[in-house]
């Protein structure tokens, strides 16, 4: 399976602790973007990267959360702190270059206790 | 300020009719528009695009009509199938210059009865 890779699928955790998921996008792209999702809503934009380089982060993602790319290739997103406000499905799409279609993974879905 | 709204949260319609599912946009900096699926438990998949700079794109059973005059699109499902039932997103991304991050609508919920 060649497309986009997400891990964990599920993660429950207790409010306070820390978390961290991974996007592994499709190989030849090198955008990477992260999306968060709650319920009836459509995806919102948190942070992308071009390559390792992190261009853009919304105001969206507060000083707890962190996103890496470190060698441009799988990408990681870390909450620290958890709050019960951060449960939400977290998405990840790549594309090469600006172009599009971005293609998504299945999501972590994130549930805080 | 919701800039692409998607005004239905849902819609059914009987296994062969046509779908109808619509979308209208407020930022004339969007450049391209797409449409995707998406199943429960599952990420979005990727349905069909139109360029700003046309107005229509047909694939299959899908059609997009762009109007740009009234910042309106519509995706037209013909002939609907079961399996066609999902939550329908519509995105519009922003031109170069702004990064070409994709801004969703809140999506449409599409039940095709048998």
């Known amino acids: 399976d060649t497309g986009v890779s997400q891990d964990p699928r599920h993660k429950i955790t207790k409010r306070g602790q820390n978390v961290t998921f991974r996007c592994d996008p499709i190989?030849?792209?090198?955008?990477l973007y992260w999306y968060r999702q709650t319920l009836g809503q459509g995806p919102e934009f948190l942070t992308y990267?071009?390559?390792?380089?992190?261009?853009?982060k919304s105001r969206l993602l507060s000083d707890r959360f962190s996103a890496e790319r470190p060698k441009g290739s799988f990408s990681t997103l870390e909450i620290q702190r958890t709050e019960q406000g951060d449960s939400a499905m977290y998405l990840c799409?790549?594309?090469?270059?600006?172009?599009?279609?971005?293609?998504f993974g299945d999501g972590t879905r994130l549930s805080i206790l | 300020d919701q800039q692409v709204k998607q005004n239905s949260p849902s819609l059914s319609v009987q296994e062969g009719r046509i779908s109808i599912l619509n979308c209208d946009y407020t930022?004339?900096?969007?450049?391209?528009f797409l449409w995707y699926k998406k199943y429960p438990a599952e990420g979005p998949t990727f349905l069909i695009s139109?360029?700003?700079i046309k107005d229509k794109n047909e694939d299959g059973r899908f059609t997009v009509f762009l109007n740009k005059s009234a910042k309106h699109l519509s995706l037209h499902i013909v002939p609907s199938q079961p399996g066609d039932s999902a939550v329908y997103f519509c995105?519009?991304?922003?031109?170069?210059?702004?990064?070409?991050?994709?801004?969703w609508g809140l999506g449409t919920s599409l039940a095709v009865n048998p």
């Open positions: 799409a790549s594309s090469f270059e600006g172009a599009q279609p971005q293609h």
């Open positions: 995105a519009a991304r922003l031109g170069a210059g702004n990064n070409r991050k994709l801004i």
């Open positions: 930022n004339s900096m969007f450049d391209y």
């Open positions: 139109i360029s700003s």
């Open positions: 190989s030849e792209h090198n955008r």
């Open positions: 990267f071009q390559n390792e380089a992190q261009l853009e």
